[in-house]
Each structure stands twice: as structure tokens, then as C-alpha cells.
């Protein structure tokens, strides 16, 4: 491990080293020569104000600003009733321990801040436009839509967009975790973030610096320490209460026990004084306050090198409890890139049947409907095209050359009034109507159209049974079929076929009802409600769909169906560090405490105490970074 420390930790690291150096002399001196009580204290209060003297000025500005109950307040107080009792030696290397704590602690936050920010890596400083034939190098905030803007290689990719020109690979491992270059051609979109590798070319950008992908990705992850997990509020909420009342404990510890037994006796009154003072040591809750939310840090940070971005420590919590998988079809367990297999037409052209599908198709975003028009693949003039009205779950209609067509599934037709029939091959039909008259239609055909199961999706399901996630079910709009030989291929616990968007909203309810912790997966296509809906909505293949990073508490930057499997094995190691953190913690405080009270702990155990599970606390919060997968 190398460490580059900040100017601040290394002023730190000096003054401990000093503080550490001058505490040694003391401790020679005071055995060589036999001092006046006032010289030991001295040479004692050194050390320790070199170490300590910004925790002393930061309890006294708080004290005065009314801020009593802080950690700096009880180191306060534990080192100066130490000195009071007569303790020198342990007061200043409590404080020298401390400080060791802390400075252990800035470099742990600023690691984990770190490898957050390794990905904040993604952000792109300038952008070459061509404008009017000139290239200029400018912020990428100043480009505009439809720009075209000069990507050579090593450079980021500054903007969204498509390549106009050349040819090269991209780097997108910063953004998916995948270290495997990806090639691009004319007409490819390209996504902000990514680096472009081995050619130059020239992008049309599709969408502004605030709204491309690396700005919402960005935002996302700087948002993601603002939402607290349960056990996050649960701590600092207990940090509120805990302190004053450890105070007044320790209070009643110095004073309450020498009343009664022996009166007047300076000895007693030094006994139980130290007490309180370990008693206060120990009550530090900073293993408690540090820990869970750098444990948190580091999963989600972990999570990120892995192209997993999850919103907040809330949603990690979530993401370890889940026992059902919703998965949605199209684009999620399926590739989302159909092959036309066949074109049957009825009373017209094969040519002229695809032609009316593609334009029809072209203003969508639907899988379906991207790969009719690139089945189709010529030029389609959209000038032609007008009223174009999408039906989720269901298909297009448009009015082309003046004359309305209608475009999509089953229940589509049904609702045209088409007189359609199915079609025998097994695959996704898409039929096509044409209205002749107000309410009146004639049946053009179908094409048949099919999907390849994404490589990865039949060994994902498999590892979330086995990581123990009862239920994986899928719902699709699909047909009954179709969605049956996915089902089966995939070996899913459950399906629903024929869905509208607002049945798969019902599904998820049902489920919910029934009790299971469920997390929806979809591709943020006609599923943007569910996900909102599901206790965790995990969005796929985030790279450029807008609608899945805004409405998913999870967000895979590439389509690989395992993340999921990857996401719930991170997030439940985290969930297992916090835990161990915030019992550890609490258990060897509450041991030393009552071994504190009955005078068997000293200030020398109280210290060891605490720095120690500060820091078995921290490294044990680090590992959360770092994710090894068995399955
Ligand atoms: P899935 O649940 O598989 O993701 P959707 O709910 O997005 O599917 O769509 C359900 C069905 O509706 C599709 O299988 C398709 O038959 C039809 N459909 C949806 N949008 C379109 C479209 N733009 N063109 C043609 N058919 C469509
Ligand atoms: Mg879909």
C-alpha cells in the first residue's frame, strides 16, 4: 500500500512524531532524576500540548459556541482530569494516541474519497469544436447540440454523440468496469466519459454537457454520501445521546462513589477521578461514527470500479436484503437486438411492408423498433412522417404520406380493429395495419423478428439462486411463446407474458404484498414506473438511456446481466462490515467501561482501547473496497 499523504496529515505526522519524541524524554527524565511535582508536570504538558493543542482549541471554540458533547470535549476533559489526578504520563499519550487515531482515519477517508473519485476520472476538461471549418479547443459546457467536435486518441470523449467520421476503439472500462476496447464506426454513438483509443474521429454531439452521460453519472456519485443509510442515522442520532449522558456518567463516577465510602480521603477522591477519566477514554464513539459511514464509502466505491453505481447507503442496504429478482425481458435478460427472421405479407411487397414498418418505427427507442429500421437500413425520409403516437407495451401508429398505419403487437391490432392472424414461428411479431377509412383498417402482414438471450443471463440467474434470491421471475409484454422458451432456457422460478406497462407495475405489487424484498431490472424502456415502484430498481446497460440512471436507485453501466449477482455480493459484504464494525466497536467499549468502573481497566487499556478499535475499525471499513467473486 503507498500512501500519499495531504500537507495537513503530514503537518500531523510531525507533530506526532515530535510530540512522540519529546513524551519519551519526559519519561527518562522523570525516571533518572526525581523532580518536583510541578517540574514532572511540566515536562509532561509538552508533549502533550504539541500533539493535542488543535483538539484543546477546537473543544474550547466549541465550548464557547455552546457545543458541549463532542469527541474533542471528552478528550478534553479525560486528559485534563488525568493531569488533575495526578496521572502525567497517560494524560499526554492519550492525546498522542489520539491523534494517531485521527490522522489513521484522514488518510482511510481520503483513500475510499479516492477511488470514488477515481471514476469522477471520467470528467472531460476541454472539447476541440469545428466551427466554420476551425478547430477550437473550449469547455465542453460551450459546445452546442448537432456540434461536431475532434476526438484524437488519449483523449476523453467530451460529449454524446455520433461519429460522422473515422474509425477507432473505445476505452469504456472508467464508466462499465470492462477493460475490453470497444470498436466504433460511422453512425456508432459514443458516450461521454469513455476515452477514445487508437483513431481520430469527428462526433456530432446529441446532447449537451449538462445533460450528457458523464454529467448525470457525476452527479450521481457525488450525491450518493448525502443518502444515509438506516444504521448511519441510527449512529449519529445515537452520538447525540450517547455523549452527555457518558458526561454526566462519568460525573456521578467521580463524585457519587467517594461521598459515600470515604469521605474527605484524597486518595479516594484520586481513585475514583482516574475511573471516571478511562470511563471517559473508552466512551469516545469515533470507531462508531467513523467506521460505518467509510465501511458504506468503500462498498460503493468497490461497486464503482465495477461499473456499478448505487445512489446511496440506503439503497446498499436494500440491495443486501433482497430475495426476489424482477427482471424485465427485452434489453435485460435478452440482447434487445432482434434479427429479422421473416417478412409475410398480405397483398403487398416484402420491400414496401418493411418500408411502412421502418418509418413508422424511426422516431422510436424501442429495441423492437430500432432494429426494423436497421433491418430496413436506407435512408428514411422523415419529412413524410408526421403524427407519430408511441403505444407502451403495444407499438406506433403514424401517419405517413397522409395515410395512418399502425404498427406493433397483438393487442395493438385489436385496438385498430385489424383483422389479424398470428403467425406460426416462434418469435416477436410485429403486424402492420392500414387505416382506409375512419375506424376502418386493412391487415398489411407481420414480420417476425427475434431475439438472441444475452450470453451471460442464464449463468446470472443461476448465481443468484445460489447466493439465495428465492425468486427470479420475469414479466415482459411479449408474447405467451416467446417469454415460455426464455423462461425455460433460463431456468427462471417465474413469468408473466402480454404485460402493459401498468400490469407490470401490478405484478411487482402483488409480489410486494406477498412479502418479498424485491428488486426490479430493467432497461428503462416502458419500465420506468417499475422500477420507481420495486423496493430497488436496478437499471442495465445505463451507457446513454437517460430515463434508466434518473429513475433506478442502482444503475449497471453495462448490459451484463451477473452485475446484478456482483451488486448483491458487494453489498451484502458491506452490510456484514458495518455490522461487525458497529458490534465490535460497541462490545470492547462496553467491556473496558464496566472493567473501567470497578478500577480493573487503567488509562493504559482505555487508550489501547479505543485507538485500537478505531483502527481494526478502519481496516476492516477499507476491505469493503475491495471485492473478490466466487461463484
Ligand atoms: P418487454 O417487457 O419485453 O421489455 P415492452 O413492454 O417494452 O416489452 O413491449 C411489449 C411488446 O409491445 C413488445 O414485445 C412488442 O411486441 C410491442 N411493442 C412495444 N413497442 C413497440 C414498437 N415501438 N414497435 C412495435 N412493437 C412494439
Ligand atoms: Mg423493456
Redesign the pocket.
Known amino acids: 500500500m503507498k500512501f500519499k499523504l495531504t500537507r495537513k496529515q503530514k503537518k500531523m505526522l510531525y507533530r506526532i512524531i515530535a510530540a512522540a519524541g519529546l513524551l519519551v524524554i519526559a519519561v527518562v527524565v522523570t525516571h533518572l532524576i526525581d523532580l518536583p511535582w510541578w517540574a514532572e508536570l511540566l515536562i509532561y504538558v509538552i508533549p502533550y500540548i504539541v500533539s493535542g493543542y488543535d483538539v484543546l482549541k477546537t473543544a474550547v471554540i466549541n465550548l464557547l459556541h455552546g457545543q458541549v458533547f463532542d469527541e474533542k470535549f471528552l478528550m478534553m476533559v479525560a486528559t485534563v482530569g488525568a493531569f488533575g489526578s495526578g496521572e502525567y504520563p497517560e494524560a499526554s499519550t492519550v492525546m498522542l494516541f489520539y491523534q494517531v487515531g485521527e490522522l489513521f482515519q484522514s488518510i482511510a477517508v481520503g483513500r475510499s474519497r479516492k477511488s470514488i473519485s477515481s471514476l469522477m476520472d471520467i470528467r472531460p476538461d476541454s472539447a476541440t469544436v469545428i466551427r466554420d471549418g476551425i478547430e477550437s479547443t473550449v469547455s465542453p459546457d460551450e459546445v452546442e447540440v448537432g456540434e461536431i467536435i475532434v476526438v484524437r486518441p488519449g483523449e476523453k470523449i467530451p460529449l454524446d454523440g455520433i461519429v460522422e467520421e473515422g474509425t477507432s476503439s473505445v476505452n469504456t472500462a472508467a464508466l462499465t468496469g470492462e477493460s475490453a476496447p470497444v470498436d466504433v464506426n460511422y453512425s456508432d454513438n459514443v458516450i461521454s466519459g469513455t476515452v477514445n483509443l487508437t483513431g481520430v474521429i469527428k462526433v456530432k454531439t446529441t446532447s449537451t454537457f449538462g445533460e450528457s452521460t458523464v454529467s448525470k453519472i457525476l452527479e450521481l456519485v457525488e450525491n450518493s454520501s448525502e443518502k444515509k443509510a438506516k444504521v448511519e442515522n441510527f449512529i449519529t442520532k445515537f452520538a447525540r445521546w450517547y455523549t452527555p449522558c457518558v458526561v454526566i456518567a462519568a460525573l456521578l463516577l467521580a463524585v457519587v462513589p467517594p461521598l459515600v465510602l470515604g469521605m474527605g480521603s484524597w486518595d479516594v477522591w484520586k481513585t475514583w477521578l482516574v475511573r471516571a477519566c478511562v470511563f471517559l477514554v473508552v466512551s469516545c464513539p469515533c470507531a462508531l461514527v467513523v467506521s460505518v459511514p467509510l465501511s458504506f464509502f468503500g462498498g460503493i466505491g468497490g461497486a464503482a470500479k465495477e461499473g456499478i453505481l448505487i445512489k446511496g447507503a440506503n439503497y446498499m442496504e436494500t440491495l443486501a436484503s433482497i430475495d426476489t429478482v424482477v427482471f424485465?425481458?427485452?434489453?435485460?435478460l435478452?440482447k434487445?437486438i432482434f434479427a429479422v427472421e421473416d417478412i409475410h405479407p398480405q397483398e403487398i411487397d416484402k420491400t414496401d411492408l418493411l418500408d411502412i414498418a421502418a418509418a413508422?418505427?424511426s422516431f422510436?427507442s424501442?429495441?423492437?423498433?430500432q432494429s426494423?429500421v436497421r433491418a430496413h437500413g436506407d435512408h428514411i425520409d422523415k419529412d413524410r412522417i408526421s403524427d407519430v403516437k408511441?403505444?407502451?407495451?403495444?407499438?406506433?401508429e403514424a401517419v405517413i404520406d397522409g395515410v395512418r398505419y399502425f404498427?406493433?403487437?397483438g393487442?395493438?391490432m385489436e385496438l385498430c380493429k385489424a383483422d389479424y392472424h398470428d403467425c406460426h414461428l416462434t418469435g416477436?411479431?410485429?403486424h402492420i395495419a392500414k387505416e382506409v377509412s375512419e375506424g376502418k383498417t386493412e391487415y398489411l402482414g407481420h414480420i417476425v423478428i427475434n431475439d438472441e438471450i444475452k450470453e451471460d443471463s442464464a449463468s446470472a440467474v443461476k448465481t443468484l439462486k445460489k447466493i439465495g434470491i428465492k425468486r427470479v421471475v420475469m414479466?415482459?409484454?411479449?408474447?405467451e411463446k416467446?417469454a415460455k422458451s426464455v423462461a425455460e432456457k433460463l431456468g427462471l422460478t417465474d413469468y408473466h407474458a402480454e404485460?402493459?406497462?401498468a400490469d407490470?407495475v401490478e405484478r411487482v405489487e402483488k409480489l410486494l404484498s406477498e412479502g418479498c424484498k424485491l428488486a426490479f431490472t430493467?432497461?428503462g424502456?416502458?419500465?420506468a414506473p417499475v422500477l420507481m415502484r420495486a423496493d430497488l430498481g436496478i437499471a442495465m446497460g445505463a451507457m446513454g438511456s437517460d430515463a434508466a440512471i434518473e429513475s433506478a436507485d442502482v444503475v449497471l453501466m453495462d448490459d451484463k446481466t451477473m452485475g446484478i449477482a456482483k451488486a448483491v455480493l458487494i453489498a451484502r459484504k458491506t452490510m456484514r462490515i458495518v455490522k461487525e464494525n458497529v458490534f465490535f466497536a460497541l462490545a470492547v467499549k462496553a467491556l473496558i467501561l464496566v472493567l473501567g468502573a470497578v478500577g480493573i481497566a487503567n488509562m493504559w487499556l482505555a487508550v489501547f482501547g479505543d485507538v485500537g478499535v478505531l483502527i481494526l475499525a478502519i481496516l476492516n471499513a477499507v476491505r469493503a473496497m475491495k471485492i473478490k467473486f466466487k461463484y
Do not use: M, Q, W
Open positions: 424485465d425481458k427485452t434489453g435485460t435478452t434487445g413508422c418505427e422510436s424501442h429495441p423492437v423498433a426494423v408511441e403505444i407502451a407495451g403495444k407499438g406506433v404498427c406493433g403487437n393487442p395493438l416477436t411479431i410485429i414479466l415482459t409484454g411479449d408474447k416467446v404485460l402493459l406497462p407490470k430493467g432497461d424502456i416502458n419500465d
